[in-house]
């Protein structure tokens, strides 16, 4: 009866008693290891997996962690003679023998899984990670709850304005009077100028007031803002 395994993104085909070289696996010499990713069991009858066979498994034991043939890379750049470079390179491998091929149960088998050493270090970063996940997943609903906050915390900040509005819908249009745009009118208002009949009223020191706190110097005299005013007032 014969296998063929899938470990490492390679392929293998093997029987009971062979010994093959393997990706680095995470185990030690001596441990017995099991490969469940079976894609295909051969013998008197052929099972073909769809992509592994179900319950197949192949057990091994490990003898010796090695390192593969020594792999020299030479580079060399056209036309710069000063430019190379040499790298070698050993593969790190697991020996394994083969020692039982399961045909089904290898759930049940209580033997380790052959994990390659990237598998088992990801595995450890998952880990890592799975508490900060978590704690990510716990502020959540804070974050929703300090989303849902905003709209009202806004609302809550927009109410000043609002209520300002209300307190200025007995004021008049001081925008009738010549010389008199929305900035000024802001101005006033900040001022607690909110009628013609106040304007009427003013006297010459009250213009001369208005003139420093509005910057706009001579220009209550030059637009005749008090005759207006008491022209508007009157109705």
Partial sequence: MFAVLKTGGKQYKVASGDTLRVEKLAADAGETVQFNDILMLGGDKVTVGAPFVAGAAVQAEVVDQIKGDKVINFVKRRRKHSSKRTKGHRQKLTLVRITEI????????????????????????????????????????????????????????????AKAKKADAGADDLTQISGVGPVIVKKLHDLGVTTFAQIAEWTADDVAAMDEKLNFKGRIDRDNWIEQAKEFSKG
């Fill in 102 to 161: 399961l045909s089904s149960g290898a759930d049940k088998s209580g033997v380790k899984a052959a994990l390659g050493a990237g598998s088992v270090a990801g595995v450890a970063v998952a880990a890592a990670a799975a508490p900060k996940k978590a704690a990510k997943k716990a502020e959540a609903p804070k974050a929703k709850a300090a989303k849902e906050e905003a709209p009202k915390a806004e609302a809550k900040k927009a109410a000043p304005k």
